[in-house]
């Protein structure tokens, strides 16, 4: 995810708040990605990846469901490598995406 286009989203000024809390709660849902996939719970893993993909596209955060399409994918296959570097990116990409209000 160094693509510098990637890793900046433009949102309309009047989404600040939502957009701020849906962040937020990204943060929080990998967190829950983790406990499943530690649990080795890959139903529970598909349904709140699936939830955190949400109003991904909406706010223009394309890559969240686009990293979501291969964790699911990956679920079904209970193939936990991918399923962990997938997870990692999207925390790199948490970090590093910018959102310009305009």
Known sequence: MTDAKKNVVQIE???EPLVTKFIQNKH??????RRDLNAG???A???????????????????????GIIIETAAV????????????????YLSEVRIEYI
């Open 45 to 67: 893993l598909k349904m709140n990846w699936h939830k955190m993909q949400g109003a991904s596209r909406v706010y223009g955060f394309n890559p969240i469901a686009e990293i």
């Open 28 to 33: 929080l849902q990998l967190e829950e990605l």
């Open 13 to 15: 000024s009047d989404l």
């Open 41 to 43: 719970d890959f139903e």
């Open 77 to 92: 296959a209970e193939d936990i490598q991918t399923i962990e570097n997938k997870i990692s990116e999207m925390v790199i």
